[in-house]
């Protein structure tokens, strides 16, 4: 005699209703990844920019030297930040920097501070600049999916809105 098999049990979806979760969940990602585009839009855009402007007249500085820096590597992506000091012919300048790059590098780096002769205030360093594209096409592939993912919980909370009016109205 053969054991009878029992029924197999329906399977069950969870409830299509917009769950508040979800909304939470897309906006807590919404703030966070928006957070971090804005931080690097703030500290990281406006020293590519400048860099970008005297990557052709720069030279080093007499005198200009890192007063604090240090990097970081997460896997190969590498982060900077470093305070150079130089003195101008209007007194001394001060200037903090950040540089995000992909690098896979073990050690230290060395640097030169280099700047525009005719305009010094936006100093920079040699490195910052053997890296300027390696650093721009990372802020656009990072902001890129920084901004993607800032997006995609909003847009997945209109859909689901929307979604919601549609059968509401069927």
């Known amino acids: 005699m053969q054991p009878q098999a029992e029924s197999p049990r329906p399977l069950t979806l969870p409830p299509q209703g917009d769950h508040w979760r979800h909304r939470l969940w897309g906006l807590l990602g919404t703030v966070m990844f928006?957070?971090?585009?804005?931080?690097?839009?703030?500290?990281?855009?406006?020293?590519?920019?400048?860099?970008?402007?005297?990557?052709?007249?720069?030279?080093?500085?007499?005198?200009?030297?890192?007063?604090?820096?240090?990097?970081?590597?997460?896997?190969?992506?590498?982060?900077?930040?470093?305070?150079?000091?130089?003195?101008?012919k209007s007194g001394p300048v001060s200037r903090d920097v950040n540089y995000i790059f992909t690098d896979v590098h073990s050690g230290s780096y060395s640097v030169t501070v280099v700047a525009d002769p005719a305009h010094p205030e936006p100093a920079t360093t040699d490195m910052a600049l053997e890296k300027l594209w390696n650093r721009t096409i990372t802020l656009l592939v990072g902001g890129g999916i920084l901004l993607a993912l800032t997006m995609a919980p909003i847009i997945g909370i209109i859909r689901r809105l929307r979604h919601r009016d549609e059968a509401s109205a069927a």
């Open 34 to 88: 928006g957070a971090m585009l804005i931080a690097i839009g703030i500290y990281t855009v406006p020293g590519l920019v400048s860099d970008w402007r005297i990557r052709g007249t720069a030279e080093p500085v007499a005198g200009g030297r890192v007063t604090e820096g240090s990097c970081s590597s997460k896997l190969v992506l590498t982060i900077c930040d470093a305070t150079l000091s130089l003195q101008t």
